[in-house]
């Protein structure tokens, strides 16, 4: 166990739907990062926040977004959902950019 | 843009054979990391190396990191259907602005 949570595990939704992905973070980490993985693919960047800041930007369609709460849970927004979205969706958290990241489980989104 | 690139993408060995994959940056990296994905599982955590030339073992892995900081390696001694898996390497840019991971190679093993 990573120590880092996600929810939903499994997500089944239509193209054109809306979806948030959560994510709470390892205790005391304050980097989160989001990562998507098509089928037997590697893991694309898409964006990572510090402290509740937005630090770095990845391949992150416009159609996605994200943000960190205070509490430092971050959540990704995807909207407009289209089939090639379907994809497991990470998300890792470090105590600072260059230190080693733990990831979650994953949530599996299916978008039909 | 930075980019992380390994070979090879997949490997087929019979158990007990050796292992290596490589790992090779664009840019320079202020220090590397290796992650290893079970299937069906998440990326974990092996190893961070930092100094130029570094060499650490973990029991039949074994990481290298370039003397120019632009490539690494890691090496399995007798290969266990265990190590099965997908072994990305990652490493942030000098600038801190992004965190990038090389494509990953398959191991599949026989036993």
């Known amino acids: 166990d990573s120590g880092v949570t996600q929810t939903p595990k499994h997500l089944i939704t239509a193209t054109g739907q809306r979806v948030t992905l959560r994510c709470s973070p390892r205790?005391?980490?304050?980097?989160v990062y989001w990562y998507q993985q098509s089928l037997d693919q590697g893991l694309q960047f898409l964006i990572q926040?510090?402290?509740?800041?937005?630090?770095a930007k990845g391949n992150i369609l416009e159609r996605f977004s994200a943000q960190q709460f205070p509490d430092l849970h971050s959540e990704l927004n995807l909207s407009s959902l289209e089939l090639g979205d379907s994809a497991l969706y990470f998300c890792?958290?470090?105590?600072?950019?260059?230190?080693?990241?733990?990831f979650g489980p994953g949530t599996r989104l299916t978008v039909l | 843009g930075q980019q992380v690139m390994q070979i090879p993408q997949y490997q087929h060995v019979q158990e007990g054979e050796d292992f290596t994959t490589y790992c090779n940056s664009s840019?320079?990296?202020?220090?590397i990391q290796w992650y290893k994905q079970r299937p069906g599982g998440h990326p974990v955590f092996l190893i961070q190396?930092?100094?130029?030339?570094e060499v650490k073992k973990q029991k039949r892995l074994t990481f290298q990191f370039g003397e120019a900081k632009k490539n690494s390696s890691l090496h399995i001694t007798a290969t266990q259907t265990t190590d099965v898996g997908t072994y990305f390497c990652?490493?942030?840019?000098?600038?801190?602005?992004?965190?990038?991971f090389g494509p990953g190679t398959r191991l599949s093993a026989l036993p």
């Open positions: 890792a958290s470090s105590e600072d950019n260059r230190d080693e990241q733990f």
């Open positions: 205790s005391g980490d304050l980097s």
């Open positions: 926040y510090y402290n509740g800041e937005e630090r």
């Open positions: 840019t320079t990296l202020s220090n």
């Open positions: 190396l930092v100094k130029s030339g």
């Open positions: 990652a490493g942030p840019d000098n600038y801190g602005q992004n965190f990038v």
